[in-house]
């Protein structure tokens, strides 16, 4: 019992690449809060600003997995089958797939900034806030699309560890320019939110650097040469194929928020202001899901590029099982002592009161946000994320209209917000295990996989 439970065999390999990821994934946490630590000293719209900028900075690295994840389904699966020249290949087609979807999100986003935040019903100084940073944020957007990419690169082979020191190292980086460019420190010359933005470009371009070096270094790219030279495009199609519905997902779960927030801002600046507090601290168990996902999406995509559907099977039981033990005692501290977990990142009482009631509401049904992320994993390392989108982006939409039925219709005010996201949650965290274990796709999936690397071709 002690083996199955507490030391089962899969444990080390999952938690290999795991780890590192959710501390890869926690620099942009950090990113944020530390940036939110400096703005704060502006004022609470300032804050409120920048919050808003990041409701749809998060839409547009949802975008990102459009290429992202697709590449990195196929070259786990390619590695996993010993191909690892077609795996080469796939990054070099995914680097100039993502720079052409930059050009055209940078084209849509660049022109549209400042009606979305009208749309979003902010405060004018908030909404102005809110528009210096997305404006320079939109500028550096190549910068971040190509950091994201060879993240995903690193993630497919399992070398997350590498990625994470970049990361960690481009933080630091942050961390030095932000008092600098948002207050002017040492120069007297402030840049307030703007520098903010600036700092974090700063700091994604170094990052970007140290990974185009270490991917080289560990032959997961071809020489820069190869790489400048326009491919075939010959794996385009399946990248989009398995990225474009988890774009989708992603997309539409961070769109659902700046909608939300023409609700949320009907009972003023305070719940907006406390959303993007509790953001920093659901950041925690969020990331670490999302580092179980990788960890599945690399290893299933590995096993199913071998032909090893056991082997799928039983990664897929013990992530489920490993990523629900460790969000209980978060779960718990989001319910039972919520306030301490956000005072030290306001002292604005009004804050710190709807930040708490967020936290209590969504710790209700924590663990299921883990059980949603572990299996969008699962399915892009199979390479199967069609069936996944129909199930996660109707609820994910659905929590606009619920939230206003019992916010306004029924008259909960914010709270009906914070349990319509929560029993989404719960929905889709049950939704998808139950389409991995007893779905029909799923099952012909498997059926369909004859030999080793048959989903490569698929």
């Known amino acids: 019992m002690k083996t199955r439970w507490f030391s089962h065999p ?36 300032a804050i409120a600003g920048v919050a808003s900028a990041a409701f749809l900075t998060w839409a547009v690295i949802a975008a990102m997995n459009s290429t992202a994840a697709g590449a990195n389904s196929l070259i786990a699966q390619f590695f996993g089958a010993g191909r690892t020249e077609e795996a080469r290949q796939t990054a070099v087609e995914a680097v100039w797939l993502s720079l052409g979807v930059c050009v055209l999100l940078m084209a849509l986003l660049l022109p549209s900034i400042g009606t979305i935040f009208r749309l979003m019903g902010l405060q004018p100084e908030t909404a102005a806030y809110a528009r210096q940073y997305l404006t320079v944020y939109a500028c550096a ?12 690169i690193f993630n497919a082979y399992g070398d997350t560890r590498t990625n994470v020191l970049i990361m960690s190292s481009s933080v630091a980086v942050n961390i ?8 002017g420190w040492l120069t007297a010359r402030p840049f307030g939110v703007p520098g903010a ?17 270490f991917l080289r270094r560990r032959g997961y790219l071809p020489p820069l ?25 992603n997309i539409v779960w961070s769109l659902v928020y700046p909608a939300l927030t023409a609700i949320i801002t009907r009972f003023g600046e305070a719940p907006l ?53 460790l969000l209980v005692p978060v779960a718990l501290a989001f319910v039972f002592i919520p306030e301490l977990l956000v005072r030290p990142l306001t002292s604005d009482p009004e804050v710190i009161a709807n930040a708490a009631r967020y936290l209590r509401t969504v710790g209700y049904f924590e663990i299921f946000l883990g059980w949603e992320l572990l299996f969008e994993g699962v ?18 939409v659905a929590r606009w209209p619920a939230a206003w039925l019992l916010a306004i219709t029924l008259g909960y005010g914010t709270p009906g917000i914070w ?40």
């Open 197 to 213: 933005a600036i700092a974090s470009a700063i700091a994604i371009t170094c990052a970007l650097t140290l990974q185009i070096i």
């Open 225 to 249: 040469g190869e790489l400048l030279r326009v491919p075939a495009f010959t794996r385009a199609r399946r990248i989009l194929e398995i990225g474009v519905p988890t774009a989708s997902v």
């Open 379 to 396: 399915f892009t390392g199979l390479g199967h994320t069609r069936d996944y989108m129909l199930i996660s982006v109707p609820l994910t």
């Open 176 to 183: 030095l320019l932000d008092p600098v460019l948002i207050l």
């Open 10 to 45: 899969l444990d080390r390999e999952i938690y290999r690449i795991a780890v590192p990821a959710f501390l890869g994934f926690l620099g942009f946490i950090l990113f944020d809060a530390i940036n939110i630590f400096w703005v704060g000293r502006m004022g609470t719209s």
């Open 273 to 325: 202001a406390g959303l993007s507090v509790c953001f920093r601290c659901e950041g925690i168990p969020y990331f670490l899901s999302i580092g179980f996902s990788t960890a599945m999406a690399t290893l299933v995509g590995q096993a199913y590029g071998r032909g090893n559907r056991k082997r799928v099977k039983q990664l897929v039981a013990r992530g489920r099982f490993l990523i629900s033990a």
């Open 141 to 152: 957007l190549p910068l971040y699309y190509l950091c994201n990419l060879a993240g995903s």
């Open 419 to 458: 349990w319509a996201i929560s029993l989404s949650t719960l929905i889709k965290g049950i939704w998808s295990s139950w389409l991995f274990h007893r779905g029909v796709s799923t099952s012909r999936l498997f059926a369909a996989q004859a030999s080793p690397g048959l989903a490569l071709q698929q």
